[in-house]
């Protein structure tokens, strides 16, 4: 049992690239989540999803998009990276009301 | 979701129990208190969490006021490694609210 997976665990892009963030879980979790850590800083929500082919928008999704087309996989897509999307990014999963579960992180710099 | 106010920063002996307090004055019945913390930039780690009732797990203690207005984080006997920034949480436990909302934490620095 893996719990939450993430992948690459650092990255750089150049402004303009695009880049997938990779999260898959095997809890059987229905809900998933994307956060954004900036230094110093509080999560900040990116996207959600309460179970396969359900999507929703959380505090900061411009410059993200996500699909959930299985209950495993929450893949992030960052088109035209910019210097501010420059973060480390958190990936969870929890079941409904249950305990989130993290993953250890992504680090993206954007040069 | 009901805001939580937390200190900024705490000291702590190491050996000493450290209590961390939070304050969220506006929740609802249905929402649970939930406890995490993050060590080093690495993922938030769950702890505790409760409804009413004081809990107690292999980590910490949680006493919850009994109008649920605040709430206290207890590590018995603080560590070195326990040093890391602490969250409290407040979130529904099963509405239509399944987003889990984060502050800035109080920033726990235990001492040798």
């Known amino acids: 049992n893996a719990g939450v997976t993430q992948t690459p665990k650092f990255r750089i892009l150049k402004i303009g690239q695009s880049m997938t963030l990779q999260c898959a879980q095997d809890?059987?979790?229905?809900?998933m989540y994307w956060y954004r850590q900036d230094p110093g800083m509080g999560l900040k929500l990116i996207y959600y999803s309460v179970g396969a082919g359900i999507t929703d928008k959380g505090e900061v999704p411009n410059g993200y998009n996500v699909s959930r087309s299985t209950t495993e996989d929450f893949p992030l897509r960052l088109e035209l990276a910019a210097p501010s999307q420059t973060s480390v990014y958190f990936c969870?999963?929890?079941?409904?009301?249950?305990?989130?579960?993290f993953g250890e992180g992504s680090w993206l710099t954007v040069v | 979701d009901a805001k939580t106010t937390q200190p900024p920063s705490m000291d702590c002996a190491e050996g000493r129990a450290a209590n961390l307090p939070c304050n969220h004055s506006t929740i609802s019945g249905n929402e649970y208190v939930y406890w995490y913390r993050q060590i080093h930039s690495q993922g938030p780690q769950y702890i505790i969490h409760?409804?009413?009732n004081n809990e107690t797990n292999e980590m910490a203690s949680l006493i919850i006021t009994e109008d649920r207005k605040s709430s206290t984080l207890i590590l018995p006997h603080a560590t070195l490694r326990d040093t890391a920034v602490y969250y409290c949480?407040?979130?529904?436990?099963?509405?239509?609210?399944?987003?889990?909302?984060f502050g800035k934490g109080t920033l726990l620095t235990v001492n040798p």
């Open positions: 969870a999963s929890s079941q409904v009301g249950d305990t989130i579960y």
């Open positions: 949480i407040v979130r529904d436990s099963g509405g239509s609210n399944y987003k889990l909302t």
């Open positions: 809890m059987n979790h229905n809900y």
């Open positions: 409760g409804l009413k």
